[in-house]
């Protein structure tokens, strides 16, 4: 059974720095993995999404790769700015399924 | 603008009632899904459905109902028979069935037990 794990649960980081947030998947038979975020009280955006065959994608400051003999996948945030702040969730694609990760709650301190 | 809409943003139930949460979609995507997150906790599916007149169960379906009479809409029912239905409902939808393509998210409905 696939199960996505998130870690850390939480991140603290100043304003400016680079960043990278990890998403491990058990089962490396996934369609495709994908990165969202999430504001407080607030419904889920898509960030990125790697189809299996990919190995990253980016869109702005934002870079996601995918491993799948490792079973993993990151989220890398260049240059962080106190707008990034939100919590981040990864799912993987796997069996017409998508299974979450906790999600890691990222805070930029200006 | 296309997207999502949930209704209401909050609700407040007594025990033993049911409520509808209503979601609307106007981006023309065959499937549509039902999330339940609770603090700490990956989203959780409720119910999905890939066509019009057709829905299957998700992980924890005991205690909710939908139906998906329009390809727009597709509301949820939480029951008196949901034993912790106190929760964040997240609204979704994809371009078509099968393996997920991106996910469209609505605002989310906030339901408190009283």
């Known amino acids: 059974k696939q199960e996505v794990t998130q870690i850390p649960a939480a991140l603290s980081v100043p304003e400016g720095e680079n960043l990278v947030l990890n998403c491990s998947f058990t089962d490396s038979a996934i369609y495709n993995l994908q990165w969202f975020r999430q504001d407080p009280g607030k419904g889920l955006t898509s960030l990125l999404l790697i189809q299996s065959s990919q190995r990253e994608q980016t869109s702005g400051r934002l870079n996601a790769s995918l491993d799948k003999s490792s079973g993993r996948s990151t989220l890398y945030i260049a240059a962080s700015q106190p707008g990034d702040s939100a919590t981040y969730l990864c799912?993987?694609?796997?069996?017409?399924?998508?299974?979450w990760g906790a999600g890691t709650k990222l805070i930029i301190k200006p | 603008d296309g997207g999502i809409t949930q209704s209401p943003k909050y609700l407040f139930r007594k025990e033993g009632q049911n409520v509808t949460l209503s979601c609307e979609q106007n981006l023309n995507h065959d499937a549509m899904y039902w999330y339940r997150q609770d603090p700490g906790q990956g989203l959780r599916l409720i119910y999905y459905s890939q066509i019009v007149n057709d829905f299957q169960k998700g992980d924890i379906a005991e205690g909710y109902s939908v139906s998906r009479e329009k390809k727009e809409s597709f509301p949820l029912t939480v029951t008196s028979a949901q034993k912790n239905p106190t929760a964040f409902y997240l609204c979704a939808s994809s371009l078509t069935s099968g393996n997920t393509g991106e996910l469209f998210f609505g605002e989310g409905s906030r339901l408190t037990v009283l």
């Open positions: 799912a993987a694609d796997s069996n017409y399924q998508l299974i």
